[in-house]
């Protein structure tokens, strides 16, 4: 499984900045609930390449993920990439 990150649904700052411009997750952090209303003016797309979104960590494969900038799986669309990373 390979993630896309973007700052699409972001204002394009820090945690702090994009929730001061509305962006608002879910209660535990792992679903968008609400993307940023405005964004800081020097604000650009720009997308991360395909990176792997599962690690290994003594020997076993653990999820990383950071929901906030999630744009995509490789091969899914954004909404059934968010109800993947939050189950």
């Known amino acids: 499984l390979r993630v896309v990150y973007s700052a699409r649904y972001s204002a394009g700052g820090p ?3 994009d929730a001061e411009c509305g962006l608002r ?3 535990t952090g792992t679903r ?3 993307p ?3 964004r800081k003016p020097t604000w650009e797309l720009g997308a991360s390449q395909p990176v ?3 690690i290994d960590v003594h020997g076993r494969r653990a ?3 950071s929901p906030k900038n999630l744009d995509h799986f ?3 669309e954004h909404e059934a990439s968010q109800r ?3 189950e």
Do not use: E
């Open 15 to 17: 945690a702090w900045l």
């Open 25 to 27: 997750m879910n209660a």
């Open 32 to 34: 968008l609930a609400r």
């Open 36 to 38: 940023a209303l405005r």
């Open 52 to 54: 792997p979104a599962a």
């Open 63 to 65: 999820l990383q993920l």
């Open 74 to 76: 490789v091969g899914y």
């Open 84 to 86: 993947i990373a939050h």
